[in-house]
């Protein structure tokens, strides 16, 4: 039986709408905030200044020296170094960037509340203190906002994704992995996502973002009517398992303070984090390690003898690992260590970077995976795949688990 052209119309149309409904879901315009700052430089805000001068240009250049000294005065005391002066020439080559929080220019008067970043190593250098920060695992962070009891994640721009994406993260212990929200990762990292307990589709997701764990900061606003005041509950949760370790309220007068209200939340959210961390709480899930194939035992041939036969010569491959090195005693340590692993034929740095990340370039007998297992037995927390690896000592403390909480709706 022959269908007649006109019985082929509607579903070449539904094809066609199909198609275009499921490019919709990844495109759009109205998607994709991007970090701005990723850096870790010191950051000391909230800066208040007023300089008189004899034009607009000059008062201001007099508020930002004003503010550059102000604030190496606090870093100085807050790193425990005692909080001396420099010379401006100085502050000049430290200071990587003024933030304008709040300013009022006038023609012979600049009034303003600044904020000055200061670049991490030269700082360091001239305090005379380490700048070895010990890092949490890469963690992937999925913001997720209530509002008018609908969740959202990545499926749209909201205000909630770019409060993170404004959060200078670069000081935090928090090694935070944040998604731009573009192309896959509405359909990856959603609320949906965040509910699924599943170890595997974790695991094959924060594969693709380079991630050994999940945060899932929440926030759920309450407005109480239109253009008042609107009440927000800020939720630090983390794992697989959705675990709620720590929740808070914030509220604000009126919809036109939602930004300044979603900037404090992420900021104590960070604090959560780190609290947690220091705590032992975000230790690295083992069901989200790789898992190496299991070898079957081999079987006996028909006569009931076994079958000998030589093992197959294995070829050496070259693995770049990255490592921390706060001082030069880290650097044979660790060069000691991936030598005593075994199918290791050789380990040296080949880029050194005292008070940084060095880079050692290891020869192994055998395959990447098996190397980055071998290191996870040792103790090392491994990031990265391929022959790119990044290692770190894993933390020793390990808490006992809170209760687990699923709850995210409501």
Same mark, same amino acid.
């Given at each position: 039986?022959?269908?007649? &052209?006109?019985?082929?119309?509607?579903?070449?149309?539904?094809?066609?709408?199909?198609?275009?409904?499921?490019?919709?879901?990844?495109?759009?315009?109205?998607?994709?905030?991007?970090?701005?700052?990723?850096?870790?430089?010191?950051?000391?805000?909230?800066?208040?200044?007023? @300089?008189?001068?004899?034009?607009?240009?000059?008062?201001?250049?007099?508020?930002?020296?004003?503010?550059?000294?102000?604030?190496?005065?606090?870093?100085?005391?807050?790193?425990?170094?005692?909080?001396?002066?420099? #010379?401006?020439?100085?502050?000049?080559?430290?200071?990587?960037? /003024?933030?304008?929080?709040?300013?009022?220019?006038?023609?012979?008067?600049?009034?303003?509340?600044?904020? @000055?970043?200061?670049?991490?190593?030269?700082?360091?250098?001239?305090?005379?203190?380490?700048?070895?920060?010990?890092?949490?695992? #890469?963690?992937?962070?999925? #913001?997720?906002?209530?509002?008018?009891?609908?969740?959202?994640?990545?499926?749209?721009?909201?205000?909630?994704?770019?409060?993170?994406?404004?959060?200078?993260?670069?000081?935090?212990?928090?090694?935070?992995?944040?998604?731009?929200?573009?192309? &896959?990762?509405?359909?990856?990292?959603?609320?949906?996502?965040?509910?699924? #307990?599943?170890?595997?589709?974790?695991?094959?997701?924060?594969?693709?973002?380079?991630?050994?764990?999940?945060?899932?900061?929440?926030?759920?606003?309450?407005?109480?009517?239109?253009?008042?005041?609107?009440?927000?509950?800020?939720?630090?949760?983390?794992?697989?398992?959705?675990?709620?370790?720590?929740?808070?309220?914030?509220?604000?007068?009126?919809?036109?303070? /939602?930004?300044?209200?979603?900037?404090?939340?992420?900021?104590?959210?960070?604090?959560?984090?780190?609290?947690?961390?220091?705590?032992?709480?975000?230790?690295?899930?083992?069901?989200?390690?790789?898992? &190496?194939?299991?070898?079957?035992?081999?079987?006996?041939?028909?006569?009931?003898?076994?079958?000998?036969?030589?093992?197959?010569?294995?070829?050496?491959?070259?693995?770049?690992?990255?490592?921390?090195?706060?001082?030069?005693?880290?650097?044979?340590?660790?060069?000691?260590?991936?030598?005593?692993?075994?199918?290791?034929?050789?380990?040296?740095?080949?880029?050194?970077?005292?008070?940084?990340?060095?880079?050692?370039?290891?020869?192994?007998?055998?395959?990447?995976?098996?190397?980055?297992?071998?290191?996870?037995?040792?103790?090392?927390? @491994?990031?990265?795949?391929?022959?790119?690896?990044?290692?770190?000592?894993?933390?020793?403390?390990?808490?006992?688990?809170?209760?687990?909480?699923?709850?995210?709706?409501?």
């Amino acid at each position: 039986m022959r269908l007649k &052209p006109l019985f082929l119309v509607p579903a070449a149309v539904a094809l066609v709408l199909g198609t275009g409904v499921g490019l919709a879901q990844i495109e759009g315009g109205g998607r994709g905030v991007a970090p701005i700052d990723s850096s870790s430089d010191y950051e000391v805000s909230g800066i208040q200044v007023d @300089v008189a001068a004899k034009d607009a240009d000059a008062a201001r250049l007099g508020g930002w020296r004003l503010a550059q000294r102000k604030a190496w005065v606090q870093l100085s005391r807050r790193l425990g170094a005692g909080g001396g002066l420099v #010379p401006d020439s100085t502050l000049d080559s430290v200071v990587s960037g /003024i933030v304008v929080e709040n300013e009022q220019i006038g023609p012979k008067r600049y009034v303003a509340k600044l904020g @000055v970043l200061f670049d991490r190593n030269r700082a360091g250098a001239m305090l005379g203190i380490s700048n070895y920060v010990m890092r949490s695992p #890469p963690m992937v962070v999925i #913001p997720i906002v209530w509002s008018g009891g609908v969740a959202t994640g990545f499926e749209q721009r909201t205000l909630w994704q770019e409060a993170w994406a404004r959060y200078r993260t670069g000081g935090s212990a928090i090694d935070y992995i944040r998604p731009t929200g573009t192309g &896959p990762d509405p359909l990856l990292l959603n609320l949906g996502q965040a509910q699924r #307990p599943g170890r595997g589709w974790w695991r094959a997701v924060l594969d693709q973002y380079g991630g050994s764990d999940v945060l899932m900061p929440t926030v759920k606003l309450y407005r109480q009517w239109p253009g008042g005041p609107v009440i927000a509950v800020f939720q630090a949760r983390q794992g697989p398992d959705n675990r709620l370790l720590s929740q808070f309220t914030l509220r604000v007068g009126s919809v036109a303070g /939602i930004p300044a209200l979603l900037d404090a939340g992420v900021k104590r959210l960070d604090e959560a984090y780190q609290s947690a961390l220091r705590a032992g709480y975000l230790k690295s899930d083992p069901g989200l390690s790789y898992v &190496p194939p299991t070898e079957e035992p081999a079987e006996d041939d028909e006569g009931g003898e076994t079958i000998v036969t030589d093992e197959p010569i294995r070829a050496t491959v070259g693995i770049s690992v990255q490592f921390d090195t706060p001082a030069v005693g880290a650097v044979t340590a660790t060069e000691s260590a991936l030598r005593g692993v075994p199918g290791v034929t050789a380990a040296n740095t080949s880029s050194l970077a005292l008070g940084g990340i060095s880079v050692m370039a290891v020869a192994y007998a055998g395959t990447p995976e098996a190397f980055k297992a071998a290191l996870e037995a040792r103790g090392w927390q @491994v990031f990265g795949s391929g022959t790119t690896l990044r290692i770190r000592r894993a933390p020793r403390l390990l808490p006992p688990d809170i209760t687990t909480d699923n709850v995210t709706g409501g």
